[in-house]
């Protein structure tokens, strides 16, 4: 035998044990398992049939659909059976008070996945319970748009870790009773994937998956009617492809091609690549960019109703595989085109949705130190019905768009442009005696629209402060901070922090020298997690330790409060100070009112709340909430005394 055909036969068996290795272990379901899984498919069966006839009228593949629903059933660990068990039993199990979230991206945190198992004691000390990975499946270095440009959804990056890896941490993590989240990138795949990859070279069952065109008559009434999402640095919904003599949809970025749900081959996979991710041991799934999943020509191919019909069918799906799993919406939208994405009480599609407009609002209220505007945006969320649960947070790993309630504004004599152009310069440290730092992001000329980045403590001073070492200036900055925070904690819903907005960690200004990310202003808010600032979490006189240790503070609060539940009554009180926030939550009897002051003066909440005397929470005095003075940038949580 030659030293050649041995190499080879080498080769081949370790791909076979690699193989082997990766495939789950599928063992004979016990009679129990059986029952449990004919139960739930049995109530889903007639609807998700319906429904799934409706959109493809495709019985074969209807029929594929379930028999590897079962197979995915077969395939789950009997830990995350039993958790799923547990969780049926008490399906509002993720509106509870102690819930509090992380984001990160997993080099930036700790290096890898084992990095982030290592970190998992911070996680817990800092009272977080549900950590969200950014994006960690497999993508190409330099056309990844941040990881949601996915080439391959049963793959991890190789420098963040493996499978395995992931499988590890989710089981660490249940020991601690931290739930994980994930991206779950449904609208397109990279053009490295396989399907691409088999498109590009003319395969006509992988074109097909997508939305190919050989000239541009379609693609042109196509742009008539669909937004631009981004019109500075990726102009259009179409590219050329000169080696394929195509066009092919691209609604984010050319590397980004967007997926044909009409081909129910698409559909089908895509839920495979679900269930199997969730069989990884995932909790929450964050389904990526969901209003743009259906195109339609003639319609602005966002928030068509077929979306809805593939959100609940997964919703379905889910709740016959794995219930334990959460579905978190990416509606990046006003709050009526946001609410559909709930669904109905009888035929719920996501369990949880971004409370976006309210976070621009917020940044707003800084930086006009008005609360007008963001209370009438809460009085709208706070009218829904409590099933519905927003996750609430300052920032995240994106920009931040000016996405406010114009219509409104207008009546006050605020223009638009004008008022887009004052938060702009505002937020970078240009106006309205502003001690903010950070950069644009998607600036257009033309229009004179663009979005900022920046971390939460750089926006509230911190970064300015410490440059010009103004211990004055740091404190009111700091205060600022702790203020927001403890804002979106008296919110309804669930917060959540950015890894670093812990230990007041400022902007990055690094990745200007890294020319994979120089162009994409949004790394400023993406630097490493500053593990030495962390090490100074408990000690007080430092900046990081004064921050870190009142949230701490904070989040104890919130856990020991039962008027914090999510399902708590939730409403605005009017103050009669422009820039002094009230708002009240009632939960089984409790009730904590919260006042928080914008504005970098003192002020008087004219509340006159006459029920009886108030506790304030983190000083222990006893306040009567009638006029009640609040230093600047000042706040109370104020319980009733029973």
Same mark, same amino acid.
């Given at each position: 035998?030659?030293?050649?055909?041995?190499?080879?036969?080498?080769?081949?068996?370790?791909?076979?044990?690699?193989?082997?290795?990766?495939?789950? *272990?599928?063992?004979?379901?016990?009679?129990?398992?059986?029952?449990?899984?004919?139960?739930?498919?049995?109530?889903?069966?007639?609807?998700?049939?319906?429904?799934?006839?409706?959109?493809?009228?495709?019985?074969?593949?209807?029929?594929?659909?379930?028999?590897?629903?079962?197979?995915?059933?077969?395939?789950?660990?009997?830990?995350?059976?039993?958790?799923?068990?547990?969780?049926?039993?008490?399906?509002?199990?993720?509106?509870?008070?102690?819930?509090?979230?992380?984001?990160?991206?997993?080099?930036?945190?700790?290096?890898?996945?084992?990095?982030?198992?290592?970190?998992?004691?911070?996680?817990?000390?800092?009272?977080?319970?549900?950590?969200?990975?950014?994006?960690?499946?497999?993508?190409?270095?330099?056309?990844?748009? =941040?990881?949601?440009?996915?080439?391959?959804?049963?793959?991890?990056?190789?420098?963040?870790?493996?499978?395995?890896?992931?499988?590890?941490?989710?089981?660490?993590?249940?020991?601690?009773?931290?739930?994980?989240?994930?991206?779950?990138?449904?609208?397109?795949?990279?053009?490295?994937?396989?399907?691409?990859?088999?498109?590009?070279?003319?395969?006509?069952?992988?074109?097909?998956?997508?939305?190919?065109?050989?000239?541009?008559?379609?693609?042109?009434?196509?742009?008539?009617?669909?937004?631009?999402?981004?019109?500075?640095?990726?102009?259009?919904?179409?590219?050329?492809?000169?080696?394929?003599?195509?066009?092919?949809?691209?609604?984010?970025?050319?590397?980004?091609?967007?997926?044909?749900?009409?081909?129910?081959?698409?559909?089908?996979?895509?839920?495979?690549?679900?269930?199997?991710?969730?069989?990884?041991?995932?909790?929450?799934?964050?389904?990526?960019?969901?209003?743009?999943?259906?195109?339609?020509? =003639?319609?602005?191919?966002?928030?068509?109703?077929?979306?809805?019909?593939?959100?609940?069918?997964?919703?379905?799906?889910?709740?016959?595989?794995?219930?334990?799993?959460?579905?978190?919406?990416?509606?990046?939208?006003?709050?009526?085109?946001?609410?559909?994405?709930?669904?109905?009480?009888?035929?719920?599609?996501?369990?949880?949705?971004?409370?976006?407009?309210?976070?621009?609002?917020?940044?707003?209220?800084?930086?006009?130190?008005?609360?007008?505007?963001?209370?009438?945006?809460?009085?709208?969320?706070?009218?829904?019905?409590?099933?519905?649960?927003?996750?609430?947070?300052?920032?995240?790993?994106?920009?931040?768009?000016?996405?406010?309630?114009?219509?409104?504004?207008?009546?006050?004599?605020?223009?638009?442009?004008?008022?887009?152009?004052?938060?702009?310069?505002?937020? *970078?440290?240009?106006? =309205?005696?502003?001690?903010?730092?950070?950069?644009?992001?998607?600036?257009?000329?033309?229009?004179?629209?663009?979005?900022?980045?920046?971390?939460?403590?750089?926006?509230?001073?911190?970064?300015?402060?410490?440059?010009?070492?103004?211990?004055?200036?740091?404190?009111?900055?700091?205060?600022?901070?702790?203020?927001?925070?403890?804002?979106?904690?008296?919110?309804?819903?669930?917060?959540?922090?950015?890894?670093?907005?812990?230990?007041? *960690?400022?902007?990055?200004?690094?990745?200007?020298?890294?020319?994979?990310?120089?162009?994409?202003?949004?790394?400023?808010?993406?630097?490493?997690?500053?593990?030495?600032?962390?090490?100074?979490?408990?000690?007080?006189?430092?900046?990081?330790?004064?921050?870190?240790?009142?949230?701490?503070?904070?989040?104890?609060?919130?856990?020991?409060?039962?008027?914090?539940?999510?399902?708590?009554?939730?409403?605005?009180?009017?103050?009669?100070?422009?820039?002094?926030?009230?708002?009240?939550?009632?939960?089984?009897?409790?009730?904590?009112?919260?006042?928080?002051?914008?504005?970098?003066?003192?002020?008087?909440?004219?509340?006159?709340?006459?029920?009886?005397?108030?506790?304030?929470?983190?000083?222990?005095?006893?306040?009567?909430?009638?006029?009640?003075?609040?230093?600047?940038?000042?706040?109370?949580?104020?319980?009733?005394?029973?």
């Amino acid at each position: 035998m030659s030293k050649k055909k041995s190499r080879n036969r080498s080769k081949n068996k370790s791909a076979a044990v690699a193989e082997k290795k990766q495939a789950p *272990q599928v063992r004979k379901l016990s009679v129990d398992e059986e029952a449990c899984y004919s139960r739930r498919f049995g109530r889903h069966f007639d609807e998700l049939k319906w429904l799934y006839m409706e959109l493809y009228d495709n019985s074969s593949m209807f029929a594929e659909l379930c028999d590897n629903l079962h197979r995915f059933y077969e395939e789950r660990d009997l830990d995350l059976k039993e958790q799923d068990a547990e969780r049926e039993k008490h399906p509002g199990w993720y509106k509870t008070n102690d819930m509090l979230g992380m984001m990160f991206y997993i080099d930036n945190f700790a290096g890898n996945m084992k990095g982030v198992e290592s970190k998992l004691d911070y996680i817990e000390k800092s009272n977080v319970n549900y950590i969200h990975l950014m994006p960690f499946l497999d993508t190409v270095e330099g056309r990844s748009d =941040g990881g949601y440009a996915v080439a391959d959804f049963r793959k991890v990056q190789e420098k963040l870790g493996s499978m395995e890896d992931l499988e590890d941490l989710t089981k660490a993590c249940h020991k601690k009773g931290i739930n994980v989240c994930m991206d779950f990138v449904m609208n397109h795949t990279s053009e490295d994937h396989e399907w691409a990859k088999r498109a590009r070279a003319g395969e006509g069952e992988y074109m097909s998956r997508y939305f190919f065109f050989d000239n541009y008559s379609i693609p042109a009434m196509y742009e008539k009617t669909v937004p631009q999402v981004f019109p500075t640095t990726a102009p259009g919904n179409f590219t050329w492809l000169p080696d394929a003599g195509h066009f092919v949809m691209t609604s984010f970025y050319p590397y980004q091609w967007d997926l044909n749900y009409k081909n129910p081959r698409v559909f089908n996979e895509m839920m495979y690549n679900f269930l199997y991710l969730a069989n990884r041991g995932i909790d929450i799934v964050r389904i990526d960019a969901v209003p743009y999943i259906w195109k339609e020509l =003639g319609t602005q191919c966002r928030n068509l109703p077929q979306v809805h019909t593939i959100v609940r069918m997964m919703r379905m799906i889910a709740e016959i595989v794995c219930p334990g799993i959460l579905l978190l919406g990416e509606v990046v939208m006003e709050p009526e085109k946001v609410v559909p994405y709930f669904g109905t009480v009888e035929k719920p599609e996501c369990h949880m949705l971004y409370n976006v407009t309210t976070m621009a609002t917020t940044w707003h209220t800084v930086a006009t130190r008005k609360v007008r505007l963001l209370k009438q945006q809460l009085d709208i969320v706070n009218a829904l019905p409590k099933d519905y649960v927003f996750l609430n947070y300052l920032r995240c790993h994106d920009d931040i768009g000016w996405g406010l309630d114009y219509a409104s504004l207008r009546t006050e004599g605020i223009d638009e442009r004008a008022h887009k152009k004052y938060l702009n310069d505002y937020f *970078q440290g240009y106006a =309205g005696d502003s001690n903010s730092r950070g950069e644009l992001y998607n600036s257009d000329p033309v229009s004179g629209d663009a979005r900022f980045c920046g971390t939460t403590a750089s926006m509230c001073g911190i970064e300015k402060a410490g440059f010009e070492q103004d211990m004055d200036a740091m404190e009111r900055a700091i205060q600022l901070d702790v203020m927001l925070h403890a804002y979106m904690f008296m919110q309804s819903g669930i917060p959540v922090l950015y890894s670093g907005d812990e230990i007041a *960690q400022v902007n990055d200004y690094s990745y200007k020298e890294d020319p994979n990310k120089a162009e994409d202003s949004r790394y400023i808010h993406r630097g490493p997690m500053r593990w030495d600032l962390a090490a100074h979490a408990e000690d007080e006189t430092t900046v990081e330790g004064r921050v870190y240790q009142r949230l701490q503070q904070l989040e104890k609060i919130r856990k020991s409060e039962k008027a914090f539940m999510t399902e708590a009554d939730t409403w605005t009180i009017e103050t009669w100070d422009e820039s002094v926030l009230c708002i009240g939550r009632y939960y089984d009897g409790d009730k904590i009112l919260g006042l928080f002051n914008f504005s970098e003066h003192d002020k008087t909440a004219w509340i006159n709340e006459t029920d009886g005397e108030y506790i304030e929470l983190l000083s222990g005095r006893v306040l009567q909430p009638i006029g009640v003075n609040i230093p600047a940038y000042g706040f109370y949580y104020m319980k009733k005394i029973n």
